[in-house]
């Protein structure tokens, strides 16, 4: 009778062992979808709870359900991170089809973790049952069960995140709204053929960090040596993506200096015929992306790699040619339809060495004080490498299908040097003289020379050159090239207003002479 007795204690232990063991995994597993960063001591307070909980056929009811509820959302925050405005924006995309996008991106093991919650609480319960575990007849776990109001935490803060993340895109997408109004162009002809357009708008560069306008690194290896007609002379619309691109892809007003949502470059495309596409690795909604993507969801065929802000972004900008090829190739007989093709990229937008990662050969520099700068030139240059890419998937299907195209490459703005802690960095936190210089040039399949313009020429009158690009007229555009070579002869106020910017110049600085010899082309 003992030795029954102690075989029945034994096996009463085992099995309280492998109740607890899998309580704490499912808990471990269910907190780390729901925070990150949730602590193992959390898990253990967790564990303590469902200890007395799930012995209980009634208790364990709750405790599965509100799990499985749980559950549902951990493979996206293994992926993202607790429920905020990045994993629920992305959730409540503006298709379907792009809420299964976003969802393709989780990994099968994030999936089977997720699917491993309820089935380790159904193993718990049945060792209870099976053992006949009734923890609640011990004072000691009875006491400790009290500390499972601190785990309520958790669940509370989940749903108020759930709650305010919410609340925070429908307030987005209302703002989205507000600037999506109707096209106002009028009397729209397109004056070309069956021509495929590409409009690549590049991120943060200034051109006197490329080798195209004279730096002395080479890091634009394919613009310098393409078929491309460039122009050195043009001024952005402003300081930062927002305050250009919303003056620099409108027909805004030259004297109050505010952009027309009204008479966007992509409603104008719309109503010349073309078939439009926006493909944009900066965000979708916040802060400082909804008002550019207004006017990206006005292409008839949109794709927005970051649902939520820029800041979030995840991807380099080589999964927008990735994006472009099935839209290139898989839209059917295209036919005659011209079309228009927009690819808002990363660019050097910092962190510049955040952009790099894939980089098998960036610039590396020998003093800490130049590492920044290196990742910056290296993020020229994997742009760089991007238009030669995109130069070639053109030329193929030009082969293949015989439609000539045309690839625009420009960027929203510069940036301004800042030493910190002994660094120099290049970002936005004050406006230099040098933000407004940026790169222009385009790239014709029927263009056989490479040619430097040097004209000035303003952001201002940039729609105009865009449609004029493009060979649309319209009764509100003005008569405009941005490749005659020709200075504007009224930038209405820009060259004032970037001579006003105080402080001294800055210029770019050369570290050719701190670049490691594996890296020098």
Known sequence: MPINFQKQKLFAVIGFIAYAMFLYVAARFLLAGLDGHASKTSACILTLAWIFLCASKRSFAIVLLLSCMAAVYCPVGYEYGPPDFQAISSLLATDAKESLEFLSFISAKSLLKALAIPILLLLAYGIAQRTQLKPWRNKTLVLASILCLAVLLAPIQFFSLLQTSYQQVEKEKAKLESFAKDSAWTEVVYHGGAKDYVLVIGESVRRDYMGLYGYPVDNTPFLGEAPATVVKGLSAGGTYTIGSLRLMLTKADKTT????????????????????????????????????????SKAKTKHFVNASGYETARHSDRILLDIMSNFLNGGGEIGMTPRLFVLHTLGSHPSACERIKEMQDPYVVSEKKWSYVGCYISSIKYTDELLRDLYDLMRNYEKKHHRPFSILYFADHGMVHRDIDGVIYLNNNKASKRHYDIPLAVIDSASTEHRMLHSAKSGLHFTDGL???????????????????????????????????????????????????????
């Not at 941005?482 to 209405?492: E, I, K, P, S």
Request: without cysteine; aromatic residues 12%.
């Open 257 to 296: 200096w505010q952009p027309r949502y009204d008479l966007n470059i992509v409603d104008l495309a719309n109503a010349a015929g073309l078939q439009t596409y926006w493909i944009s690795n900066q965000g979708y909604l916040g802060k400082y992306d909804t008002p550019i993507s207004a006017i990206g």
């Open 467 to 521: 449609a004029a690009w493009m060979g649309i007229s319209a009764r509100e555009l003005e008569p405009y090239d941005l490749f005659d070579g020709r200075n504007d002869a009224n930038d209405f106020g820009l060259k004032e207003k970037i001579r006003a910017i105080k402080g001294s110049d800055d210029p770019a600085v050369d570290i050719s002479a701190y670049l490691q010899e594996t890296s020098v082309n």
